[in-house]
Nanobody
């Protein structure tokens, strides 16, 4: 089973930036994604990237967030700029290998 460890969350003011990281236990050759979950809401898709580097984003973050991957470091990233209070929540990394694996999440707080 793939193990994923996220980091990089924190508290920022609206308009600020954060970069999330997700380190995988093996080579990140599969399609990977970021999801988030706000209190009282369902987990929602944020961004995904294929093994070939093609990225796709939720409409709510397109143009502000960038997903990327570093194969040498087995790491997935999410650069988040121009953060809004509605971006707050727990951000999860997802690896599509096998039946899929989730990280433990990292908290993002955005104050207005």
């Amino acid at each position: 089973q793939v193990q994923l460890v996220e980091s990089g969350g924190g508290s920022v003011q609206a308009g600020g930036s954060l970069r999330l990281s997700c380190v995988a236990s093996g080579t990140i050759v599969s399609k990977m994604a970021w999801y988030r979950q706000a209190p009282g809401k369902q987990r929602e898709f944020v961004a995904t990237i294929t093994s070939g580097g093609a990225a796709n984003y939720a409409d709510s973050v397109r143009g502000r967030f960038t997903i990327s991957r570093d194969y040498a470091k087995n790491t997935l990233y999410l650069q988040m700029n121009s953060l809004k209070p509605e971006d707050a929540g727990v951000y999860y990394c997802y690896d599509s290998r096998g039946s899929g694996s989730w990280g433990q999440g990292t908290q993002v707080t955005v104050s207005s």
